[in-house]
């Protein structure tokens, strides 16, 4: 696969993946918010940061590592290998299933049964999910590297769809079930998105002229499942140093990820109630960076790793292709950036009508406002992050990932004391703070060895963060305006003066667009040839 061919299918995946998640998204959106008027504070922070923390930690420190290393280098590789070390996950995500499980029963605070019944059910129903979810990890793999542009998408979004309608059912039927409602609507889940990826794979097995067309390394299912033969070792070592080398990395950046979940669970620094307006505000501020920023870093980062080579620098490589990288990596930062200022400038003016539309007061009273507008700088510095850790991670030697593990212990360790600074001296928000912070310096990190990457060549991709000052002024006046508009027309006068707001908000948004169409010609251009080469692909498919 050429890599003008390697582009079109990561910007096809891109945004297959971005239209997608929109729509599946919004009937989430819908659901979620009917849900959250059934349920108290104090259930949805049990669910939503003490179990949730549970499953996402066992899922990471099983599986990170191994997507990274197996997904990184050639094409040409014996896939029996690969696919034995994928399955390595399953009997460690059960050691961690296990390990956390015991923490989460026996050491942490169990929560009053007469508020939130089942505590211990959903525990050991969460951990189980997990390690359901590592089953379907060589399927994954595989398809993510050979770009099954929809397939992903579809999977995770149904799962999604089907455990929120899942979730809806049980709440007004049977509520007394407490945490079984949750803790079954999750094992749905993982069992529902598994057997998507194994369904597929069989369908796709069983028709040669799919498997011929897509050059596919396994002609038969039962190729999927481990292997032991006499000529070859059971794994590639080679792979195996990099998973490992990824793993004290991914445990570091698992911390920083959901550091403010650990400080909650561990140092009870929140009572559960607060935990819960908290988690809801921050998953509706993440929407967006999941909804964009995720489907672009995933897939620009198996573009960056198939195209650049880890172990040398950007003058011993191709040079059309390095200059492919630079062109890509400079117009993905300023994609970013815009999107990211975009919701901050705009999410500030808005922050307390968005809560007050999703949960009704026990959102928009309170801490909710003031936590959303923090969580809008924190969406603007996530954007960037994304970037440019995508192209870091994707370019890093062996020796540079280990490296970094020092920087991302540091960091780790920093924190977790000033989350637990700062939210001792001014509440929840002080996770938000924290977490800006660390964000700051990791992109600090990653601006540095992006410019010692491109300094002996004539590419300098980071202008992708420099904006023309027409449109930062437009910004700064949509920004004064909304507020304005805000101050005089939200939130407690009724819906004919809400709708007044949105109408100017409406308008600065589409001055600020219209201003950055004109002014960022490169960026557009950029936009329009990877939509082309994407609507090609489709029609080539």
């Known amino acids: 696969m050429g890599n003008q061919e390697v582009l079109g299918q990561a910007a096809r995946l891109a945004s297959s993946g971005l239209l997608l998640q929109v729509l599946f998204r919004i009937i989430t959106f819908v659901l979620n918010a009917f849900i959250l008027r059934f349920l108290s504070k104090e259930t949805v922070g049990i669910v939503n940061v003490r179990l949730t923390l549970l499953y996402s930690t066992t899922i990471f420190l099983a599986r990170e590592a191994f997507r990274r290393a197996c997904l990184s280098g050639s094409a040409q590789r014996d896939w029996s290998q690969t696919l034995n070390l994928l399955w390595l996950t399953v009997p460690l995500g059960i050691f961690w299933s296990l390990l956390l499980g015991w923490v989460w029963l026996q050491l942490l605070e169990v929560p009053d049964p007469n508020v939130v019944p089942y505590y211990g059910t959903g525990v050991v129903l969460f951990g189980l999910s997990a390690?359901?979810?590592l089953l379907g990890e060589p399927f994954w793999v595989l398809a993510q590297a050979h770009m099954f542009v929809k397939l992903k998408v579809l999977a995770e979004s149904m799962s999604v769809i089907l455990r929120s309608v899942l979730t809806a059912f049980l709440v007004l039927w049977v509520p007394h079930w407490g945490l079984y409602i949750f803790s079954l609507a999750q094992l749905f889940y993982t069992a529902v998105l598994v057997l998507s990826y194994v369904i597929y794979m069989v369908k796709l097995l069983r028709s040669p002229e799919s498997t011929k067309q897509l050059t596919l390394p396994v002609s038969k299912i039962t190729q999927l499942l481990p292997s032991v033969s006499r000529s070859r070792a059971f794994i590639n070592w080679k792979e195996a140093k990099l998973t490992w080398s990824f793993?004290?990395?991914?445990?570091?950046?698992?911390?920083?990820?959901?550091?403010?979940?650990y400080v909650m669970t561990f140092l009870n620094v929140l009572n559960f109630g607060d935990q819960g307006v908290y988690d809801v505000v921050n998953n509706l501020g993440s929407l967006v960076a999941r909804l964009i920023f995720q489907p672009i870093e995933e897939s620009f980062y198996?573009?960056?790793?198939?195209?650049?080579?880890?172990?040398?620098?950007?003058?011993?490589?191709?040079?059309?292709?390095?200059?492919?990288?630079?062109?890509?990596?400079?117009?993905?930062?300023?994609?970013?950036?815009l999107t990211g200022l975009t919701i901050t400038v705009f999410g500030f003016a808005y922050s307390q009508l968005a809560l007050d539309l999703y949960g009704g007061a026990m959102l928009s009273s309170g801490s909710g406002p003031v936590l959303m507008r923090s969580y809008c700088l924190y969406v603007l510095l996530l954007a960037i992050n994304g970037v440019t850790e995508c192209f870091t991670f994707a370019a890093m030697s062996k020796d540079e990932v280990d490296r970094y593990n020092f920087t991302m212990l540091a960091l780790s360790s920093s924190f977790l004391v000033l989350s637990y600074l700062l939210t001792s001296w001014c509440g929840s928000v002080g996770f938000i703070l924290a977490n800006c912070f660390n964000?700051?310096?990791?992109?600090?990190?990653?601006?540095?060895?992006?410019?010692?990457?491109?300094?002996?060549?004539?590419?300098?991709?980071?202008?992708?963060?420099?904006?023309?000052?027409?449109?930062?002024?437009?910004?700064?006046?949509?920004?004064?305006?909304?507020?304005?508009?805000?101050?005089?027309?939200?939130?407690?006068?009724?819906?004919?003066?809400?709708?007044?707001?949105?109408?100017?908000?409406?308008?600065?948004?589409?001055?600020?667009?219209?201003?950055?169409?004109?002014?960022?010609?490169?960026?557009?251009?950029?936009l329009r040839t990877q939509l082309g080469r994407s609507r090609l692909s489709d029609k080539m498919t």
């Open 439 to 526: 964000m700051g310096i990791r992109i600090t990190q990653s601006l540095y060895f992006i410019h010692r990457y491109f300094q002996e060549s004539p590419h300098t991709p980071l202008a992708g963060l420099r904006l023309s000052p027409a449109l930062l002024g437009v910004f700064a006046l949509s920004g004064g305006i909304t507020s304005v508009s805000e101050a005089f027309l939200c939130c407690e006068r009724g819906w004919p003066a809400r709708l007044a707001h949105i109408a100017v908000g409406a308008i600065c948004l589409g001055v600020t667009l219209g201003t950055a169409f004109i002014t960022e010609t490169k960026l557009i251009h950029f």
């Open 131 to 133: 390690v359901v979810e």
């Open 247 to 261: 793993f004290k990395q991914s445990f570091l950046k698992q911390i920083l990820t959901e550091g403010e979940r």
């Open 302 to 337: 198996i573009f960056f790793a198939k195209v650049l080579e880890r172990e040398k620098s950007a003058t011993l490589q191709k040079q059309e292709d390095v200059a492919m990288a630079a062109t890509v990596l400079e117009s993905l930062l300023k994609l970013a950036l």
